[in-house]
């Protein structure tokens, strides 16, 4: 496979036809890398059994460790997720789009390929320009681990997913150097009272104060 390279800038944002070519990859279930601002993640439809298969094939990832969806848009949540809790509206205002990932009932469209076995779902709105553009292009919701061979360091250039990933994905939107050097912060809303399961760039003493 021909690994395709475009590109994003803040300046010049997406070249149009490029960013529908990515829409096009996504939605027939290949694979399309692309930065965020923990690092680059490895992209495809969170809705697809098939491409849950060929992220974690790609990663050499076994596949029971489940994976984060990204949302471009808050509305996306209803389709993917069981019941919400008030407190996520609230966590969401003050830090989507943002390094916060939250886990909550799953929908049943969410296949367990996706989400490890679980009936539970991750979820997180990025904060980077690129990826909400691409991401609301797409508009469904987009699985992604971070875009590296399982066992190497996460990515924070195209060029590192490239000497990662080359011929084994379908796209890499290169964004430049992105990375404030933490993970997203995880926090299972699925509790009464809800419970860090790792922490990351939003501490727990933020999350208290909202
Ligand atoms: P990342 O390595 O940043 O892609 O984050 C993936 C991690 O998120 C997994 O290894 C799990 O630790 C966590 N995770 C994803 N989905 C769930 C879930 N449904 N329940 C609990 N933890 C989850
Ligand atoms: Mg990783």
Redesign the pocket.
């Known amino acids: 496979m021909n690994t395709k390279v475009i590109r994003w800038s803040p300046e010049s944002g997406f070249r149009e036809e490029e960013l529908r070519e990515a829409k096009r990859i996504i939605e027939e279930g290949g694979l399309v890398a692309f930065p965020t601002e923990?690092?680059y993640?490895l992209g495809g439809d969170g809705l697809q059994k098939e491409a849950a298969k060929k992220i974690y094939a790609a990663k050499g990832r076994p596949s029971d460790?489940?994976?984060?969806l990204h949302i471009g848009r808050w509305e996306q949540l209803d389709g993917i997720t069981g019941h919400v809790p008030e407190a996520a509206g609230k966590l969401a205002e003050a830090f989507w789009p943002g390094p916060l990932?939250m886990?909550?009932e799953?929908a049943d469209c969410v296949p367990p390929e996706t989400?490890?076995g679980?009936?539970?779902?991750?979820v997180r709105m990025p904060e980077h320009r690129g990826a909400l553009e691409f991401l609301n292009e797409v508009s469904v919701p987009v699985a992604?681990?971070?875009a590296n061979r399982s066992g190497r360091p996460?990515p924070t250039c195209a060029g590192h997913v490239k000497e990662d990933l080359d011929g084994k994905i379908d796209m890499i939107i290169d964004g430049g150097e992105v990375g404030i050097g933490f993970?997203?912060t995880?926090i299972?809303m699925t509790e009464e009272i809800p419970v860090i399961?790792?922490p990351g760039y939003i501490t727990q003493q933020m999350l208290i104060d909202v």
């Open positions: 923990t690092v993640g460790n489940p994976l984060i990932t886990i909550f799953k989400t490890g679980l009936d539970t779902v991750a992604a681990p971070s996460s993970e997203s995880i299972d399961l790792r």
